[in-house]
């Protein structure tokens, strides 16, 4: 069975200081990947999506990027965090049958 | 552009009761319409999905969705809901723009079931 994982679970960083979160997917090969961020609790942003290694489309221009170095690992990334950057970030990876499974997200805060 | 809108931001039902979390879709073409569920700092959980066939479809937990083309609506249904069904609901759609099999989703139901 196919399993998402997402580190840190939490993370508390000040303005100004680099991030990288990581996500990856067993039992599965060549997955569509994504990122959102989920902002008090209700609406989910799409932020970055993968088709394959080295492919990311971005959603919505930020202080955030997403890479795709091996086929089933996805990272995000900003060099400098800002306030606004705090949030629930999910990661969420797709088999051809359209529904998206979703990792157990990551807790940012900037301070 | 594809879309979904959820018109309740929270929903309150007995336990034991019926329930029935909103949903209403508009896109073009066929809509592949899904139902997640997220309990607190928690990540999204798959419920159901309607890609063709059957109007109603049936998925985890004993939840279900109807599917109704003329309404253009996807609502969800439990026959009788328990204190361990609250939860955050999102109804989401497959966006077609773009390729890369996006999902679409609506803002949220807040559902509160009590005893």
């Known amino acids: 069975s196919q399993t998402i994982h997402q580190w840190p679970a939490t993370l508390v960083q000040p303005v100004g200081s680099p991030l990288s979160l990581e996500c990856t997917v067993e039992?599965?090969?060549?997955?569509?990947l994504y990122w959102y961020r989920q902002a008090a609790g209700r609406g989910l942003q799409l932020l970055f999506y993968?088709?394959?290694?080295?492919?990311i489309s971005s959603e919505v221009p930020q202080n955030l990027s997403a890479s795709r170095p091996q086929d089933r690992q996805f990272i995000l990334s900003s060099k400098k965090l800002l306030l606004s950057d705090s949030g629930f970030y999910l990661c969420?990876?797709?088999?051809?049958?359209?529904?998206?499974?979703f990792g157990p997200g990551t807790r940012l805060t900037v301070t | 552009a594809q879309s979904v809108a959820q018109p309740e931001d929270q929903v309150n039902v007995a336990e034991g009761n019926p329930l029935t979390v909103k949903c209403t879709y508009s896109v073009s073409g066929n809509p592949y319409l899904f139902w997640y569920v997220q309990y607190p700092n928690r990540g999204l959980q798959f419920l159901l999905k309607?890609?063709?066939?059957?109007?109603l479809v049936k998925g985890s937990y004993g939840f279900e969705a109807e599917f109704n083309k003329s309404q253009t609506s996807f609502h969800l249904k439990k026959p009788s809901a328990l204190v361990s069904d609250s939860a955050l609901y999102f109804c989401?759609?497959?966006?077609?723009?773009?390729?890369?099999?996006?999902?679409?989703f609506g803002t949220g139901t807040q559902l509160k079931v009590e005893l």
């Open positions: 989401a759609v497959r966006d077609w723009a773009g390729g890369g099999n996006k999902l679409t």
């Open positions: 309607y890609i063709t066939g059957d109007n």
């Open positions: 969420a990876w797709s088999p051809e049958s359209y529904e998206q499974y």
């Open positions: 993968s088709v394959g290694i080295g492919q």
């Open positions: 039992g599965t090969s060549n997955p569509n």
